[in-house]
């Protein structure tokens, strides 16, 4: 079983900045990956990334490309979601997620997940 807890969430104003992190219990899994969810809306892809020290696969939805960079540090357990240029509409509750297999965009794909961490972007 692996435990995920993120931090760094807040509130910002919009063109401002957030960095969260989640950090992994064990190292079960092959990929990580961020979901977010508003209210009243289901939760989407953000990006994912895998673990494998071989294999740089990296995926971002359409709607945060140059805007969010998913990197990762191995030795820690540890992936980042660096949120630049945030806009009100990136407001959300932000989720950390692993999966034994290839990082994928599925949410219903993933085994694990945090509780989340609250981004909030005033205009």
């Known amino acids: 079983q692996v435990q995920l807890v993120e931090s760094g969430g807040g509130s910002v104003q919009a063109g401002g900045s957030l960095r969260p992190s989640c950090v992994a219990s064990?190292?079960?899994?092959?990929?990580m990956g961020w979901f977010r969810q508003a209210p009243g809306k289901e939760r989407e892809f953000v990006a994912a990334?895998?673990?494998?020290?071989?294999?740089?696969?990296?995926y971002y939805t359409d709607s945060v490309k140059g805007r969010f960079t998913i990197s990762r540090d191995n030795a820690k357990n540890t992936v980042y979601l660096q949120m630049n240029s945030l806009k009100p509409e990136d407001t959300a509750v932000y989720y950390c997620?692993?999966?034994?297999?290839?990082?994928?965009?599925?949410?219903?794909?993933?085994?694990?997940w945090g509780q989340g961490t609250q981004v909030t972007v005033s205009s």
């Open positions: 997620a692993a999966r034994s297999g290839p990082p994928t965009v599925a949410r219903r794909a993933y085994e694990y």
């Open positions: 064990a190292r079960t899994f092959n990929a």
């Open positions: 990334l895998s673990f494998t020290w071989n294999d740089g696969s990296i």
